[in-house]
């Protein structure tokens, strides 16, 4: 069973430009969560999503960013017009079950690194 | 909002000796708490968690304590190894599923 898959690792993109990241869950999880790291610092929550659902974005900035789990297909987590504070490794999650049973963990995938120039 | 609190945010230990890491949490709802260690340019992975309705929990080497009252919970490591060195982080959330709120870390190193 593949972990969670994360793609591109890095990416580089100049201001102004956009950044599409992208997140395969592992296989029979239908929930996805996105978390931005700076560097030295821990994880902050941005946006958990079900299948073609946002569930909770209240950690992602409400201007440039936005984020989608279709149907089919890996979840995509987007920055519009990229500034050089959006540099900062992205990291999903993905979880097997619904919110409240056991053994729900969270598995993270490897992350993008962002760089913005 | 849950805030997560995380201390020290570096602790140095010889081989053998024990590492205990601290969190604190400010939201009495939550009620779900892993413990996640990173190594350099590597993802997060699940060493440990607990449950509120358990006030201790152990596997081998690694141990973790809840104290619900006072809103704090703690990691323990003993026997330590150089392999353990890596950033640790706590979290809490309302309960396993939801969104996870995490600490800063510690980053940890074990000396030969």
């Known amino acids: 069973n593949a972990g969670v898959m994360q793609n591109p690792r890095h990416l580089v993109r100049r201001r102004g430009q956009e950044a599409r990241l992208r997140c395969s869950p592992m296989?029979?999880?239908?929930?996805v969560y996105w978390y931005r790291q700076l560097p030295e610092e821990g994880l902050k929550f941005m946006v958990y999503?079900?299948?073609?659902?946002?569930?909770?974005e209240s950690g992602m900035p409400k201007e440039r960013f936005s984020a989608e789990f279709p149907k089919e297909g890996p979840s995509i987590l987007r920055i519009q017009q990229v500034v050089r504070g959006d540099s900062a490794a992205y990291f999903c999650?993905?979880?097997?079950?619904?919110?409240?049973?056991?053994?729900?963990?969270?598995?993270f995938g490897p992350g993008t690194r962002l760089t913005v120039l | 909002g849950e805030n997560v609190e995380q201390h020290p945010s570096t602790l140095s230990v010889q081989e053998g000796d024990s590492a205990v890491i601290k969190c604190t949490y400010s939201?009495?709802?939550?009620?779900?708490f892993p413990w996640y260690k990173q190594e350099l340019g590597k993802r997060p992975q699940l060493i440990i968690d607990?449950?509120?309705?358990?006030g201790e929990k152990k596997d081998q080497r690694i141990a973790v304590t809840l104290n619900k009252t006072a809103k704090h919970f703690s990691l323990h490591i003993t026997e330590t190894q150089p392999e353990d060195s890596a950033v640790y982080f706590c979290?809490?959330?309302?309960?396993?599923?939801?969104?996870?709120?995490f600490g800063k870390g510690t980053s940890l190193l074990v000396t030969p």
């Open positions: 979290a809490a959330s309302p309960n396993s599923g939801y969104a996870l709120n």
């Open positions: 999650a993905s979880s097997p079950l619904q919110p409240g049973s056991s053994y729900n963990e969270q598995f």
């Open positions: 296989k029979g999880h239908s929930h």
């Open positions: 999503l079900q299948k073609e659902n946002i569930i909770d």
């Open positions: 607990i449950r509120s309705n358990v």
């Open positions: 939201d009495s709802a939550s009620n779900y």
